[in-house]
């Protein structure tokens, strides 16, 4: 259902890759509810994705851009420019990728170089699009910027490992960024801090299938999908919150202000039962436990 929250709006939209991800869930909304857009991400994700069926089911040009690379993101925009004929209205950055959790580095063992990669990757070129969207005065007055966070940048979540590093200074760039644009031409610029949601990225993360069931079980809502995030997104695009930015928007079920659930609860009551029964039955153990 369309309530025409875009119309008349363009913008860029970073990172779809295919069907699962956030950025392609928020180009379909953002073209329904009458934006026009802009799609891009790296040549080789282009190669590996299926980003022209979104291209062509929105009418959309693709242009490719790495995002780490000012010069590409001065290109980008440059282009964007002229498709839209002169300045826009939003950006969404649905970027991020670890190479230590692709490579199975723990964080206690991390590799640096790495480590640089995780950061540029995932929230200095946060930094990058923002500036170079400044200084090519390519949004107008009142946009919005959006980037996609997670709550791993405020609390430990076993296996997110050096991604939560650079959600936290993804968020932080958010805020700083936020006060001097929003002081110089009222663009906004929000993170949101989404569920745990199975996109290509996401399924790289240690143990994720239990970490969105531990979520389902904590959150009153339940978890938020990408097409639940998009819808999301979608209003910090529109014109209904011209007074939100430098903010962290918690988009979860809930699952940010809980402590515990009557249901993990019982879950967690089911295995210290099991574990007393186990513990009676074997009072020296099988020899094959290990601490954690």
Same mark, same amino acid.
């Given at each position: 259902?369309?309530? *025409?929250?875009?119309?008349?709006?363009?913008?860029?939209?970073?990172?779809?890759? *295919?069907?699962? %991800? =956030?950025?392609?869930?928020?180009?379909?909304?953002?073209? /329904?509810?009458?934006?026009?857009?802009?799609?891009?991400?790296?040549?080789?994700?282009?190669?590996?994705?299926?980003?022209?069926?979104?291209?062509?089911?929105?009418?959309?040009?693709? =242009?490719?851009?790495?995002?780490?690379?000012?010069?590409?993101?001065?290109?980008?925009?440059?282009?964007? #420019?002229?498709?839209?004929?002169?300045?826009?209205?939003?950006?969404?950055?649905?970027?991020?990728?670890?190479?230590?959790?692709?490579?199975? &580095?723990?964080?206690?063992?991390?590799?640096?170089?790495?480590?640089?990669?995780?950061?540029?990757?995932?929230?200095?070129?946060?930094?990058?699009?923002?500036?170079?969207? !400044?200084? $090519?005065?390519?949004?107008?007055?009142?946009? %919005?910027?959006?980037?996609?966070?997670? =709550?791993?940048?405020? !609390?430990?979540?076993?296996?997110?490992?050096?991604?939560?590093?650079?959600?936290?200074?993804?968020?932080?760039?958010?805020?700083?960024?936020?006060? =001097?644009?929003? !002081?110089?031409?009222?663009? &906004?610029?929000?993170?949101?801090?989404?569920?745990?949601?199975?996109?290509?990225?996401?399924?790289?993360?240690?143990?994720? $299938?239990?970490?969105?069931?531990?979520? /389902?079980? #904590?959150?009153?809502?339940?978890?938020?999908?990408?097409?639940?995030?998009?819808?999301?997104?979608?209003?910090?695009?529109?014109?209904?919150? !011209? $007074?939100?930015?430098?903010?962290?928007?918690?988009?979860?079920?809930?699952?940010?202000? #809980?402590?515990? %659930?009557?249901?993990?609860?019982?879950?967690?009551?089911?295995?210290?039962?099991?574990?007393?029964?186990?513990?009676?039955?074997?009072?020296?153990?099988?020899?094959?436990?290990? /601490?954690?």
């Amino acid at each position: 259902m369309s309530f *025409n929250l875009l119309k008349g709006k363009k913008g860029i939209i970073f990172g779809a890759l *295919n069907e699962q %991800s =956030i950025a392609w869930k928020v180009a379909e909304r953002a073209v /329904e509810e009458g934006a026009e857009i802009v799609l891009t991400n790296t040549p080789v994700s282009l190669r590996m994705g299926t980003l022209n069926e979104l291209a062509a089911k929105c009418n959309a040009p693709v =242009i490719a851009a790495d995002a780490t690379s000012v010069a590409d993101l001065e290109h980008l925009v440059d282009e964007a #420019m002229k498709h839209f004929g002169g300045p826009f209205d939003f950006a969404l950055h649905s970027i991020g990728m670890s190479p230590n959790v692709r490579k199975g &580095r723990t964080y206690d063992d991390l590799d640096y170089d790495y480590l640089q990669k995780t950061l540029d990757i995932s929230a200095i070129s946060f930094h990058k699009m923002i500036q170079v969207l !400044r200084k $090519k005065d390519a949004l107008r007055e009142w946009g %919005s910027i959006v980037a996609l966070s997670y =709550i791993a940048a405020q !609390r430990t979540l076993y296996g997110y490992n050096d991604m939560a590093d650079a959600k936290a200074l993804l968020e932080s760039i958010a805020r700083s960024f936020g006060y =001097i644009y929003g !002081r110089e031409k009222h663009v &906004r610029i929000n993170t949101v801090s989404q569920s745990p949601t199975p996109t290509t990225a996401g399924n790289g993360v240690l143990g994720l $299938k239990d970490l969105m069931e531990f979520a /389902e079980s #904590m959150s009153p809502l339940g978890n938020a999908s990408a097409n639940d995030c998009a819808d999301y997104v979608l209003t910090l695009f529109s014109d209904l919150t !011209r $007074k939100v930015t430098m903010q962290n928007l918690f988009h979860d079920g809930g699952f940010s202000s #809980m402590g515990m %659930s009557r249901r993990a609860m019982r879950t967690y009551e089911k295995g210290l039962r099991f574990e007393d029964v186990h513990e009676h039955q074997f009072p020296f153990g099988t020899g094959d436990n290990k /601490e954690e």
